[in-house]
C-alpha cells in the first residue's frame, strides 16, 4: 500500500510539473502573439485553428498549440513539420540527447577534452576548489591571476551551468577576484575574443554569436539545420538573450536576413543602436563555420541536436565559444526558417516511437 502511495503522488507530481511547463510555454507565446497582433493590426483565426487541430492530431494535446500558432503568424502560412519548442524540450531533448546532452551543455570544463580542438578560446579551469591547465595540470592558486594574464588583458568566466548569456564573467588583471571565483564555483577561463570587422561594423561594443544548430540524423550524418546571427547591444561585452538582436541566417549562401528581431518580437531592418542595415551582407567563412560544427558534432554522435555558438575573429580564424546539448530553443529557427526537422521523425516520439 505504502509503494502504491508514492506512485500515485509521484505519478501526480509529474503531471502537475508538465501542466507548469505548458502554462509556462503558453504565457510566452501568448506575449509574442500580442506583440505580433500589434505589428501586423490582427492575428489570422485561421492560423488559430490549424494550430489546434495539428497540435491535437500530430503531437496529441492541445498544449503544443500556441507555439505552431507563434510560428504561423511569423512566416504568414501554416506549415506541416514544425516542432513546437515546447514539445521538443518534453520529448525530443529526454530522447535524443538525454544526460550527454546537458552534460555537454553544462558542463563547459570539458568540452575541449570532449572534442578534442583548438577551435575553443580555453585558457584554464576552476574545478573542485582547484585551478587547471586546458591540459588538466593543477596551477597553484598563488599563481593564476599571472597565468591568466601574462597573454591576455581580459579574459572571460563561464560558469559551468551558464547559459543564454547568464554566468558570464569579465575580468582584467585589475578587477580579478579569486574569491569571486571561488564562490561562483566550476568554470572555464577563456580569453576575450577580437571578432572579424564584419561584426564590428554592426555592433562594435558586443562579441556578436553565430548560432548554428545541427543535428545527427538516423544514418550517422551531422547536418546543419538553422543559422542565427545575435548581436549584442551598445556598451555590453557579449550577447545577452534578454536584449540582443537574433537574425535569421540562409543555411546555404551565410547571407543575413534584411528582418531582424528584437527580445520581444518585434522587428528592424538595421541595428538600433548603430543603425547599420542588415540587408546584403554575408557572412565572413560562413562555410567553414559550417563544416567545423558537423565535423564536431560527428565526435559526439549520441548527442542528437546541439546549437553550436561560433564567432570568426580579426584573424580570420573561426572559434568555438560554447555548444547546447540540452534545450538549445528551436523556436525562433522554425518560426522563421521551419520547418528545420520535419524530417526526423520527431513527432513521433510522444507515441514511444
Same mark, same amino acid.
Given at each position: 500500500?505504502?509503494? &502504491?502511495?508514492?506512485?500515485?503522488?509521484?505519478?501526480?507530481?509529474? !503531471?502537475?510539473?508538465?501542466?507548469?511547463? /505548458?502554462?509556462?510555454?503558453?504565457? !510566452?507565446?501568448?506575449?509574442?502573439?500580442?506583440?505580433?497582433?500589434?505589428?501586423?493590426?490582427?492575428?489570422?483565426?485561421?492560423?488559430?485553428?490549424?494550430?489546434?487541430?495539428?497540435?491535437?492530431?500530430?503531437?496529441?494535446?492541445?498544449?503544443?498549440?500556441?507555439?505552431?500558432?507563434?510560428?504561423?503568424?511569423?512566416?504568414?502560412?501554416?506549415?506541416?513539420?514544425?516542432?513546437?519548442?515546447?514539445?521538443?524540450?518534453?520529448?525530443?531533448?529526454?530522447?535524443?540527447?538525454?544526460?550527454?546532452?546537458?552534460?555537454?551543455?553544462?558542463?563547459?570544463?570539458?568540452?575541449?577534452?570532449?572534442?578534442?580542438?583548438?577551435?575553443?578560446?580555453?585558457?584554464?579551469?576552476?574545478?573542485?576548489?582547484?585551478?587547471?591547465?586546458?591540459?588538466?595540470?593543477?596551477?597553484?592558486?598563488?599563481?593564476?591571476?599571472?597565468?591568466?594574464?601574462?597573454? /591576455?588583458?581580459?579574459?572571460?568566466?563561464?560558469?559551468?551551468?551558464?547559459?543564454?548569456?547568464?554566468?558570464?564573467?569579465?575580468?582584467?588583471? *585589475?578587477?580579478?577576484?579569486?574569491?569571486?571565483?571561488?564562490?561562483?564555483?566550476?568554470?572555464?577561463?577563456?580569453?576575450?575574443?577580437?571578432?572579424?570587422?564584419?561584426?564590428?561594423?554592426?555592433?562594435?561594443?558586443?562579441?556578436?554569436?553565430?548560432?548554428?544548430?545541427?543535428?545527427?540524423?538516423?544514418?550517422?550524418?551531422?547536418?546543419?539545420?538553422?543559422?542565427?546571427?545575435?548581436?549584442?547591444?551598445?556598451?555590453?561585452?557579449?550577447?545577452?538573450?534578454?536584449?540582443? &538582436?537574433? &537574425?535569421?541566417?540562409?543555411?546555404?549562401?551565410?547571407?543575413?536576413?534584411?528582418?531582424?528581431?528584437?527580445?520581444?518580437?518585434?522587428?528592424?531592418?538595421?541595428?538600433?543602436?548603430? /543603425?547599420?542595415?542588415?540587408?546584403?551582407?554575408? &557572412?565572413?567563412?560562413?562555410?567553414?563555420?559550417?563544416?567545423?560544427?558537423?565535423?564536431? /558534432?560527428?565526435?559526439?554522435?549520441?548527442?542528437?541536436?546541439?546549437?553550436?555558438?561560433?564567432?570568426?575573429?580579426?584573424?580570420?580564424?573561426?572559434?568555438?565559444? *560554447?555548444?547546447?546539448?540540452?534545450?538549445?530553443?528551436?523556436?525562433?529557427?522554425?518560426?522563421?526558417?521551419?520547418?528545420?526537422?520535419?524530417?526526423?521523425?520527431? *513527432?513521433?516520439?510522444?507515441?514511444?516511437?
Amino acid at each position: 500500500m505504502k509503494n &502504491i502511495l508514492k506512485a500515485v503522488i509521484k505519478k501526480a507530481w509529474q !503531471e502537475e510539473s508538465v501542466k507548469r511547463f /505548458h502554462l509556462m510555454h503558453q504565457k !510566452e507565446a501568448d506575449k509574442i502573439l500580442k506583440i505580433l497582433k500589434i505589428e501586423n493590426g490582427k492575428l489570422n483565426p485561421k492560423f488559430h485553428k490549424l494550430s489546434k487541430e495539428y497540435a491535437q492530431d500530430v503531437f496529441g494535446n492541445k498544449y503544443f498549440a500556441p507555439w505552431l500558432h507563434v510560428y504561423s503568424e511569423i512566416a504568414g502560412v501554416f506549415k506541416e513539420g514544425w516542432i513546437p519548442d515546447n514539445y521538443y524540450g518534453l520529448y525530443v531533448v529526454p530522447y535524443k540527447s538525454s544526460f550527454f546532452g546537458i552534460l555537454n551543455s553544462g558542463v563547459k570544463t570539458l568540452t575541449m577534452k570532449l572534442l578534442n580542438t583548438k577551435r575553443l578560446p580555453d585558457i584554464a579551469y576552476y574545478v573542485s576548489g582547484l585551478f587547471f591547465t586546458t591540459t588538466w595540470e593543477v596551477i597553484p592558486a598563488d599563481d593564476i591571476k599571472k597565468y591568466l594574464f601574462h597573454h /591576455h588583458d581580459k579574459v572571460v568566466y563561464k560558469e559551468d551551468t551558464s547559459f543564454q548569456g547568464k554566468g558570464i564573467h569579465i575580468f582584467t588583471k *585589475e578587477t580579478f577576484d579569486i574569491v569571486k571565483i571561488r564562490a561562483i564555483g566550476n568554470g572555464v577561463f577563456q580569453s576575450y575574443i577580437k571578432q572579424h570587422g564584419f561584426f564590428d561594423e554592426i555592433m562594435p561594443d558586443a562579441v556578436a554569436t553565430l548560432r548554428l544548430t545541427s543535428v545527427i540524423e538516423d544514418t550517422g550524418k551531422a547536418s546543419c539545420r538553422a543559422a542565427i546571427m545575435r548581436f549584442g547591444r551598445k556598451n555590453d561585452l557579449y550577447c545577452k538573450w534578454t536584449a540582443d &538582436i537574433k &537574425i535569421p541566417v540562409d543555411v546555404q549562401t551565410g547571407q543575413i536576413n534584411e528582418k531582424g528581431y528584437l527580445p520581444d518580437w518585434r522587428t528592424v531592418n538595421c541595428h538600433p543602436d548603430t /543603425h547599420v542595415a542588415f540587408q546584403g551582407k554575408v &557572412i565572413p567563412k560562413f562555410q567553414d563555420c559550417v563544416e567545423m560544427a558537423l565535423h564536431m /558534432h560527428q565526435i559526439i554522435p549520441f548527442t542528437r541536436s546541439i546549437g553550436w555558438d561560433l564567432i570568426v575573429n580579426e584573424k580570420e580564424e573561426i572559434q568555438l565559444m *560554447e555548444l547546447n546539448g540540452g534545450n538549445n530553443d528551436i523556436k525562433f529557427s522554425e518560426a522563421t526558417q521551419g520547418p528545420c526537422f520535419a524530417d526526423m521523425g520527431w *513527432e513521433n516520439l510522444w507515441k514511444g516511437c
